[in-house]
């Protein structure tokens, strides 16, 4: 992988990056350029549309903060705006940014019985500092730090709680046919996000964001997107600097089609060589490797909103092979003509579970790198395998704009009795070889508020409850589970 990077970059800097393009508006330095043109405030007033502003990104290496290129009174003025876009001279920019958040925590009885009965109450802290530094719009270096930890935890902490010095993000970018090209290459460590986040995701809701040491290309049309990468994830090791794990090999292409007003097509393809020697479901281990292809289709039609994907997963594990499938429909409809915006919705999630231990074939689905957090249910005890999950819920604005309230009623069934329950990370827990247990995992109902203080911090309050059922209480000691929360964050 090093030696890779290494010939990659040296191919990659051997473009003539830094010559002086001819005569036009491409090759023209920052200060040559025109203006965006942008009324003035009194006009955007008229017509209801606001000024541009700070806009934060889960991605924090896509934020724009170039409308401060244009003269004061035609964007609104933040605290923040003298580090958001340095001119160091008339090619070179410098941005600055960074986050704070602190959650406390409140779990009971997560075990679900398996235990005694437990409580545990902690904090949480995060803290991230970046830089992102330009030549013009055909290079830069962005870098991004963090420190995450926590306090006051009785129970043993998970490894992505604790992380005091990392290097969350160190990459470059570089266009190769210079300015104002669609062709961008990006090398180093980065996050990556795709699509709604299903199986590709930086993870926002950990302590420590998911990140890839990873080679990608990625070429922007008016109407679409194609990304390939190269990637292999980077762990929390705690005990030494954090490096990519050398075993796992990640690779993928995302296409992004949205010609067609407020709809998106996506279509993509991930591949994975993983030669840990894990066990699979069958009892037998090996190197696996598994293809994963898929397809999305959403959009908006008046009031009604809606998602549906379809994925396949073939390959082998160890002398066994691969047949596994998922599919997601969600949907909803909301009342615009209402100022609180209440949303009803719907969804439905299913991935396949493994029904033979002996039949040769691996079909419990490989949820990949995922936020599950958001469809699955906030208390993260089940992941997009072997799982059936129906969700209703609510949404309003009680005050619009400001604050944001969400329940959410989740019901789970394994997909194959005979398949283990797996938990978020994926990893395999109670099973009931016979099949005996039933389905029925249990319910659990999500309450959220948050709250927008400003353009810059949020709080947010959270309770679930998860009530068991069958599975749980015919495998085992069972018990329901309680989830407290309350998250502040600052992002500049």
């Not at 992004?256 to 281990?285: E, L």
Request: a negative charge; glycine letters at 10%; proline letters at 5%.
């Amino acid at each position: 992988m090093r030696v890779g990077i290494c010939l990659l970059c040296v191919a990659v800097l051997a473009t003539p990056l830094f010559a002086q393009s001819g005569s036009g508006e491409k090759g023209s330095p920052v200060s040559e350029r025109k203006p965006v043109a942008v009324k003035s405030a009194a006009q955007d007033g008229e017509k209801g549309k606001p000024l541009p502003g700070p806009k934060f990104s889960n991605l924090r290496y896509n934020e724009d903060f170039s409308y401060l290129d244009n003269e004061p009174g035609t964007y609104r003025e933040d605290f923040f705006d003298p580090i958001k876009n340095i001119r160091i001279d008339d090619d070179w920019r410098l941005s600055v940014g960074g986050e704070f958040r602190f959650r406390l925590e409140s779990h009971t009885n997560f075990g679900l019985g398996a235990n005694a009965r437990t409580q545990d109450t902690f904090q949480q802290y995060r803290y991230m500092l970046h830089a992102d530094f330009r030549y013009r719009d055909s290079f830069r270096v962005f870098l991004q730090g963090a420190s995450v930890h926590d306090e006051d935890r009785d129970l043993r902490p998970r490894p992505i709680d604790e992380n005091r010095l990392a290097l969350q993000q160190l990459f470059f970018d570089i266009k190769p046919f210079g300015d104002d090209t669609p062709l961008t290459v990006r090398i180093g460590r980065q996050d990556l996000q795709y699509g709604a986040q299903r199986f590709v995701s930086p993870l926002e809701w950990a302590s420590t964001r998911r990140r890839f040491d990873a080679a990608k290309a990625f070429w922007k049309a008016d109407n679409w997107q194609l990304d390939f990468f190269y990637a292999k994830p980077v762990p929390v090791l705690r005990t030494k600097f954090d490096d990519y794990d050398e075993e796992f090999d990640f690779y993928g292409l995302y296409y992004t089609y949205k010609g067609i007003p407020r709809h998106g097509i996506d279509v993509f393809f991930f591949g994975i060589d993983d030669t840990r020697n894990r066990t699979n479901p069958n009892g037998n281990s090996g190197d696996v490797t598994r293809f994963t292809l898929g397809g999305r289709f959403y959009g908006k039609t008046g009031g009604f909103d809606y998602d549906a994907m379809l994925a396949g997963q073939w390959g082998s594990w160890g002398s066994d092979n691969i047949e596994a499938w998922a599919w997601t429909l969600d949907g909803g409809y909301t009342f615009e003509e209402i100022g609180w915006k209440p949303r009803i919705g719907i969804g439905f999630d299913w991935a396949s579970g493994d029904r033979d231990a002996f039949d040769g074939s691996v079909e419990t689905f490989d949820q990949l790198f995922p936020l599950g957090h958001a469809y699955l249910g906030y208390m993260d005890f089940f992941g997009r395998q072997n799982i059936q999950a129906l969700n209703l819920n609510f949404t309003a604005w009680p005050v619009p704009g400001k604050v944001k309230f969400r329940a959410a009623h989740h019901t789970f069934w394994l997909e194959s009795r005979d398949d283990a329950i797996y938990n978020v990370a994926g990893a395999p827990g109670r099973r009931d070889p016979t099949g005996s247990s039933g389905r029925e995992l249990g319910h659990e109902l999500d309450l959220t508020l948050l709250w927008k203080v400003d353009v810059h911090s949020s709080m947010l309050f959270g309770y679930s409850h998860f009530f068991e059922s069958d599975v749980i209480q015919n495998t085992g000691p069972s018990d329901d589970a309680d989830f407290f929360y309350v998250q502040y964050r600052l992002k500049f």
